[in-house]
């Protein structure tokens, strides 16, 4: 008999998941917005010291499609995004009519490189238009050199949109991810630390943002009797049955937290010998990663290959790194400043199983595959 699949990152519950949908059945609030969105919301808010406001979403793209609109991002504005993530931090650029202009990693966190992206920034000024935001990201839960990369935003005032959906839990130097931008971005997707089923959140440092970016997610509606629109809305808010499973999901966020970090711990021993294979890890203390995903990187792409088709024999999911945004078919044709960082790095890189409910058998498992393959 073949061994259960063992995947990359899969919701947990946590318990009282059933408690909270049902209450929200109970009451009859089985819509967008309603008393589980207003304390998910607080919850967050609570999260991130009361210092933040945080409006729920029904998506993390669509918090970055919110932040892009709340920012004026229009119809041929130029937006920088990092190149190295998922295709949901580039394609609001896109439903913005705007230019998306990518920018390479660099080595120590695989986020956006500080010197391409003042290369960047230089030289569009210099071709007449100044970029109007940044999308960085926190990859893998990775926080990015985030005095190096803030201190260059705000020497040329372009804000800083922090997309990390996959790094609720992570922080820079104590302070938590997602704070540091003008807006931040969570996801609650499946796959994420904790999941609402589906969801996101915006997080601002202004009660007015906070109420302008629930405005657009309500489909923009003006203060009337009748249903009166002077600007274009989205129907972007949460859902209350969805806020119900954030809600019983924020209680384990710790725990996910802790046991994301041991799975980290586990494949650090594993590879503590291994020359062939570097894990991925934090450069020192300021960076404390939530190890959404624990990566690795092999000497060439043969490598990487083979070492993901021995897992997959054993009925294990890896996964390549994300394929940067200026080598995807729909992105190519878009400016790039950097070097081959990324596209070396997505070349050579694996994502290994890093889910909350890892077993100590499929821990074994995993373990055997990689000793095997490296013997
Ligand atoms: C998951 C993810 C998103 C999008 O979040 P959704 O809730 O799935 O829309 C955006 N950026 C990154 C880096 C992600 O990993």
């Known amino acids: 008999m073949k061994d259960n699949r063992i995947y990359l990152s899969l919701p947990q519950e946590s318990g009282y998941e059933q408690e909270y949908i049902r209450r929200a059945l109970k009451s009859n ?58 295709a949901a931090s580039a394609n609001p650029i896109l439903y913005q009519n705007a230019i998306p202009i990518f920018v390479d990693s660099e080595i120590d966190t695989w986020n956006i490189c500080p010197e391409n992206l003042e290369i960047a920034i230089k030289d569009r000024i210099e071709k007449g238009k100044r970029p109007k935001a940044i999308i960085a990201v926190h990859l893998y839960g990775m926080p990015y050199k985030v005095d190096e990369i803030h201190s260059i935003a705000d020497k040329y005032k372009i804000p800083i949109i922090e997309d990390s959906a996959e ?12 704070s540091f931008g003008t807006f931040g971005v969570l996801s609650f997707n499946g796959n ?3 999941t609402a089923s589906s969801g996101g959140a915006l997080i601002t440092n202004s009660k007015k943002a906070k109420d302008r970016a629930i405005f657009y997610a309500t489909q923009a ?64 203390d300021d960076f404390f990663s939530n190890y959404w995903l624990n990566t690795i990187l092999l000497e060439t792409k043969k490598e990487r290959e083979s070492l993901r088709l021995a897992f997959d024999e054993a009925n294990i999911e890896s996964r390549p790194l994300w394929k940067p945004m200026h080598l995807q078919p729909v992105f190519e044709k878009y400016p790039y400043y950097g070097n081959k960082t990324a596209e070396e790095l997505f070349e050579k890189g694996l994502c290994l199983p890093s889910g909350s409910n890892l077993t100590d058998k499929d821990k074994s498992r995993i373990k055997e595959v990689i000793l095997n393959f490296f013997k």
């Open 221 to 284: 509606k003006d203060k009337a009797t009748h249903y009166q629109h002077s600007e274009i809305g989205y129907n972007y808010r949460m859902s209350n049955i969805c806020a119900g499973i954030g809600l019983a999901q924020i209680k384990i966020l710790e725990e996910n937290i802790n046991l994301r970090r041991d799975h980290h711990l586990f494949y650090r021993d594993i590879f503590k010998d291994i020359k062939k294979a570097q894990l991925f890890e934090s450069l020192k």
């Open 29 to 86: 609030w089985i819509t967008s917005g309603g008393p589980n969105v207003d304390e998910f919301e607080n919850e967050l808010q609570n999260y991130f010291k009361n210092e933040n406001f945080v409006a729920g979403s029904n998506s993390g793209t669509s918090a970055i499609h919110l932040a892009l609109i709340l920012l004026g991002v229009k119809n041929g504005d130029e937006v920088i995004c990092q190149s190295m993530t998922f």
């Open 167 to 178: 790094a609720l839990g992570s922080s820079y130097k104590g302070k938590k991810c997602g």
């Open 192 to 194: 994420k630390i904790i």
